[in-house]
């Protein structure tokens, strides 16, 4: 008899959603750049809908069909020195008007939410950071996050490198 050892689910395009092995972690992935390149590989996770990531380097955002499961206005990405990573983040007072980066959440699961910020007002769901390393102007900070059913993230200057998973996953 053929015994299976190895489940993988796919994203309506063909790129591999999910894989996990009997009796073993399932690992979720998510595709940017036209979905031409995995950009994030979470493991520990019931599902792929529970991980979100960008680093805003291109126009793919959730509601344009992208993975990165994140709502923002593609528009206010820019291009800055010195950065974290790449060469683009996100101005959360774009064009002097405030703009919300966004995700839905399971209420009943806990989180972790991480990015690097430049500026000096920064709102993630009214939650109180660890703030971590800084590099130049950027300042690491994560965020514990439970009980809420979406996580808005607002305020003035700049965010990169935003990332979400659930609490135990790696």
Known sequence: SIEQWMNITYYSDGTVK??????????????????????AKVENVQSAGEIAYTSF???????????????????????????????????LNYNSTPQTVTRSLDASKQY????????????????TPVNGETIGPWT????????????????????????LYPKGAF
């Open 112 to 127: 972790v939410l991480s990015l690097w910020y430049n500026g000096s007002n920064l709102n993630v769901g009214g939650l």
């Open 18 to 39: 999910e894989s996990y092995k009997q009796n073993d972690l399932k690992t979720a992935y998510i595709w940017d750049y036209k979905k031409s390149y995995p950009i």
């Open 57 to 91: 380097e291109t126009s793919e955002d959730w509601q344009s069909g992208g993975y990165n499961q994140w709502t923002y206005n593609t528009s206010a990405k820019k291009y800055f020195f010195p950065i974290v990573t790449g060469s683009m983040a996100y101005d």
């Open 140 to 163: 690491y900070k994560e965020y514990a996050v439970s009980g809420l059913s979406s996580i808005p993230i607002s305020g003035t200057g700049l965010i990169d490198e935003l990332r």
